[in-house]
Structure formats: structure tokens, C-alpha cells
Nanobody, 115 residues
Framework: QVQLVESGGGLVQAGGSLRLSCAAS????????MGWYRQAPGKQRELVAT??????NYADSVKGRFTVSRDNAKKTVVLQMNSLKPEDTAVYYC??????????WGQGTQVTVSS
């Protein structure tokens, strides 16, 4: 099992920035991909950004504004969110996938962007 704990959510005005962090613990060997998904009220959970050991992947809606980074030694993944928009308001979930294909999720952290 892998435990993922997020931190850094909150309330920010449009145009502002937030930084989300996620720390992995437990059976953390063989983690392949780490990243972030989000779910807005009434909508399905959607990919925000993921990072493997040699590549990153971003949703079109956040390209150029969000940056995902990873510290393999500390088993953390960070999402730097700049130029936030009201439509970025959602619960953000940390995610990881092992090489075995097993997926793990954090409990989620609320991000609210006011207009």
C-alpha cells in the first residue's frame, strides 16, 4: 500500500498562485508515475498533470500555467499553479501508479479561485 498526503490547497484570487505538495509513504518502491487530478462539483475527475522519470504530461487547460515536479529521493510531487482562474476551482487529488499498474490516491485538497 501507498499513502499519499496532500497539502497546500486554499482560497486565492484569480491571477494568483498556489503550490500543492504530496508526500508518498508506505510501499513506495517501484512508483512509476506521480501527478495530480482534479474534480469540480458536478464534473468527472480529470487529469491535471503527471510526471514519470523522464516525461511530463499536462491537460491543455493548464499548459503554460501549471508546473509539475518530482523529488524521487523524498518521494514527493509538487504542483505549482500560476495565473489561476475560477475554472481551476476543484478538489485536487494526488495520484501515483506503480510499475505493476496499481493506482493510489490521496484524500484530496480543496482549491478555490475567486473572481
Amino acid at each position: 500500500q501507498v499513502q499519499l498526503v496532500e497539502s497546500g490547497g486554499g482560497l486565492v484570487q484569480a491571477g494568483g498562485s498556489l503550490r500543492l505538495s504530496c508526500a508518498a509513504s508506505g510501499s513506495i518502491l517501484s512508483i512509476d508515475v506521480m501527478g495530480w487530478y482534479r474534480q469540480a462539483p458536478g464534473k468527472q475527475r480529470e487529469l491535471v498533470a503527471t510526471i514519470s522519470r523522464d516525461s511530463t504530461n499536462y491537460a491543455d487547460s493548464v499548459k503554460g500555467r501549471f508546473t509539475v515536479s518530482r523529488d524521487n529521493a523524498k518521494k514527493t510531487v509538487v504542483l505549482q499553479m500560476n495565473s489561476l482562474k475560477p475554472e481551476d476551482t476543484a478538489v485536487y487529488y494526488c495520484y501515483c501508479q506503480k510499475f505493476s499498474g496499481n493506482n493510489y490516491w490521496g484524500q484530496g485538497t480543496q482549491v478555490t479561485v475567486s473572481s
